[in-house]
């Protein structure tokens, strides 16, 4: 597979205004991106987050806005069996254009999309246009169709908008609607690839370990595939081989008794070993068509629900490897107001915060985001050495 990231976009808010001239086009500063960062980075907004100012840069949600890039596609590339142009997160309601083409509309800016294009590419120069439009008035709009919700804060048209609800306002931050293609977007030209990857370990009370993979490809061909796990040092402790994927779909299963796996353990109960799952996908002639890798952990989670002594009701507690833990942590919210300045390091200091206050437990808020792989990691183990 040949994967390609779109970086070098420009955008405007179309039809001009606070923001920008009627069609001029201004240079982004970084990609993934939104309006705000991309404004402040060229001061022509102030500081949403000194004083009131947030409510000096409103007119930024309830604008229209574009994003623009060119990119080259060779003659050797258009070849491939396939092209797909995958957007892992645009922020929210977005009409994507390719060479003057729609290929897709979106509504939700949690979810990824991906684009079969190859019939709308061509040789040398191809452009992709994304245009945005204001959620804060695109929810307005199903409001009106599907009725008022009630609610504590915050305009209530965000009921009706697949969105970060922080955006509109909360009890601990500014309204500040954020808008644009807030994670990467790239190319990707392929024969076949691993479309799918679900491991689900299981660990039994005795504590032996079963990991089964199941495995979905994208195209019905024949070909093989080669699954193998990784120990936290990089040795293969297991490794299944040429399994085929004329299906479509292939699994993989592995067994060990007890203590044959390092189990992981909240901080404090133990270590957090992190074992790795690679998934290389070949054609008949063992050609090397795809490849993923999954870090991956084992544990055995029980919620311990007894008769209490001497009252009603039961216990509610964590068990973790048949050891009961004492829980204490925090309610993450997201980091920033604007998702695209966080950076793993960032992600890392703040849990690392956690850590220092001896908490072993944090709960993602529903009013965010779906927390990106750097913070999941992060929590796995790669915080600091327990």
Not at 105 to 118: C, G, L, W
Request: glycine share 8%; charged share 25%.
């Amino acid at each position: 597979m040949l994967v390609r990231s779109l970086k070098e976009f420009s955008f405007t808010q179309i039809g001009g205004g606070e923001g920008t001239k009627d069609g001029e086009w201004l240079q982004v500063s970084q990609f993934p991106t939104s309006v705000h960062v991309e404004l402040l980075n060229l001061k022509r907004i102030p500081d949403p987050f000194i004083g009131l100012q947030e409510w000096d840069v409103q007119w930024i949600g309830e604008s229209r806005w574009s994003f623009k890039t060119t990119f080259s596609v060779t003659e050797d590339e258009l070849k491939s069996s396939n092209a797909d142009l995958l957007f892992e997160g645009l922020d929210t309601f977005a009409t994507v254009l390719l060479n003057g083409t729609q290929i897709l509309q979106s509504e939700n800016q949690f979810i990824e999309y991906r684009v079969a294009v190859k019939q709308n590419l061509k040789a040398g120069e191809n452009e992709l246009v994304l245009n945005f439009d204001s959620a804060f008035f695109k929810g307005r709009e199903l409001e009106k169709q599907h009725g008022k919700l009630n609610l504590w804060n915050g305009d209530s048209s965000r009921l009706h908008v697949r969105k970060a609800q922080y955006n509109y306002g909360w009890d601990w931050g500014p309204v500040l609607m954020t808008v644009g293609p807030w994670k990467p977007i790239s190319i990707q030209f392929y024969e076949n690839r691993i479309a799918e990857v679900d491991i689900r370990s299981q660990v039994s009370e005795q504590l032996d370990v079963q990991v089964p993979v199941a495995l979905a490809f994208s195209e019905k061909v024949p070909g093989l595939v080669t699954v193998s796990l990784k120990a936290p040092d990089g040795t293969v402790v297991a490794s299944s081989k040429d399994i085929k994927t004329d299906q479509g779909q292939a699994k993989a299963k592995f067994d060990f008794k007890p203590g044959q796996i390092e189990l992981w353990y909240p901080v404090g109960y133990g270590k957090q070993p992190l074992y790795t799952v690679e998934i290389e996908l070949n054609d008949q002639d063992g050609k090397a068509l795809d490849l993923k890798v999954q870090k991956i952990a084992f544990r055995r989670a029980q919620v311990v629900q007894e008769k209490l002594v001497d009252q009603e009701g039961l216990s509610f507690l964590f068990e973790i490897n048949n050891v009961r833990i004492f829980c204490g942590g925090s309610n993450w919210i997201p980091a920033d107001s604007f998702l695209t300045t966080i950076t793993p390091e960032r992600y890392r200091a703040w849990l690392q915060l956690l850590i220092d206050g001896n908490q072993n437990m944090v709960r993602v808020w529903g009013g965010g985001i779906y927390e990106a792989d750097a913070f999941y990691d992060t929590c796995d183990g790669k915080c600091t050495e327990f």
